[in-house]
């Protein structure tokens, strides 16, 4: 079992800058996929950066140049550092786990980008 407990998410206006961490219960080091998804109203949850065990690092098109993944496994703790913030990246995002067996979600932290 692994637990995930996002923090970071707040309101911000356009082309600020926020950073997003993610707290894991165990040791980060083995876990093999570590990524960011996150969900708009009406929409469904799209995958927004990822990290894998290796640090092997993957962006979607919409985020990429702007946001960057990074983990920290002394802390066990994953970031996704936010720049140029557009409004819509406005969503609930959400950190995720796959150990190569099971798969686990944090509880979600929302991000408002607003003037």
């Known amino acids: 079992q692994v637990l995930l407990v996002e923090s970071g998410g707040g309101l911000v206006q356009p082309g600020g800058s926020l950073r997003l961490s993610c707290a894991a219960s165990?040791?980060?080091?083995?876990?093999?996929?570590m990524g960011w998804y996150r969900q708009a109203p009406g929409k469904q949850r799209e995958l927004v950066a990822s990290?894998?065990?290796?640090?092997?690092?993957n962006y979607s098109h919409s985020v990429k140049g702007r946001f960057t993944i990074s983990r920290d496994s002394a802390k066990n703790t994953v970031y996704l550092r936010m720049n140029s913030l557009k409004p819509e990246d406005t969503a609930v995002y959400f950190c995720?786990?796959?150990?190569?067996?099971?798969?686990?979600w944090g509880q979600g932290t929302q991000v408002t980008v607003s003037p």
């Open positions: 995720n786990a796959f150990t190569g067996i099971s798969e686990y």
């Open positions: 165990k040791n980060i080091f083995s876990i093999n996929f």
């Open positions: 990290i894998t065990s290796d640090n092997s690092t």
